[in-house]
């Protein structure tokens, strides 16, 4: 049976030998984690949270992660700001009309990120223009089969 989740659709997966493995979401829906500063507003550190609130938006960020959300993609912000910036963070968030599903805070700080997960992972280096950045991942976030 799928279950539903905040209307997240998960699909039952089971391995070979019939017991319960983790649920995977639809083929053509992507789990997309996105950082918050330098990729959808200005980069504030966490020593300058009184930034925070005024921060200014990237331009296209909102119009192209809302598309993704609207489109059935999961939304989940993942960001080095410490957990005390959650209301400043989410007031934001709000207040520039982004879609998302869920903001995860205290991603470890400086950089050099290398996952890894028994799921498939594609990752983009967001270097400043979100429609560059849509020109270099053709199809992104689903792929042509
Ligand atoms: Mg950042």
């Known amino acids: 049976m799928d279950e539903t989740n905040n209307s997240i659709i998960l699909k039952d997966t089971f391995m070979t030998d019939g017991k319960t493995a983790s649920p995977l979401l639809t083929e053509d829906t992507k789990n997309l984690i996105i950082d918050i500063d330098g990729v959808i507003c200005e980069d504030i550190p966490n020593e300058e949270p009184e930034r925070m609130p005024g921060a200014y938006e990237i331009p296209r960020a909102k119009d192209i992660i809302n598309a993704w959300y609207d489109k059935g993609h999961i939304i989940t912000f993942f960001t080095a700001r410490t957990e005390e910036t959650r209301k400043v963070t989410e007031t934001w968030l709000k207040k520039h ?39 270099r991942t053709k199809n992104f976030p689903i792929k042509n089969k």
């Open 97 to 135: 009309g982004f879609k998302y599903h869920e903001v995860l805070f205290n991603k470890p700080r400086g950089g050099h990120y290398h996952y890894i997960d028994n799921a498939p992972i594609d990752s983009t280096r967001f270097e400043g223009c979100f429609d560059e950045l849509l020109e």
